[in-house]
């Protein structure tokens, strides 16, 4: 019974666990950065789509002023 004596078991055991905690620690650190990155690509995503639809507005609204001004001239032609 030696082996008993020299806790030999015990030993593995702690190397095993303290092995597992270590990785345990890795994941949870690989997890927190890919969050990181994940809330930052959202945060991107909603000012590209923001930017985006902004830009479209004001196209339209610009599309729009013009053939306002073109329906108006065309009236005041008509209507001389």
Known sequence: ???VREDLGKKVMDQIRDQVAQM???LEEEFK????RA?????I???TYLGAGSLNL???SWIFAGISRQARRREAV???
């Open 1 to 3: 019974m030696p082996i």
């Open 24 to 26: 345990r620690d890795d």
């Open 33 to 36: 950065a890919t969050s990181r």
């Open 39 to 43: 809330s930052w690509a959202r945060g």
């Open 45 to 47: 995503r909603a000012v």
């Open 58 to 60: 004001a196209f339209l």
């Open 78 to 80: 008509v209507l001389e």
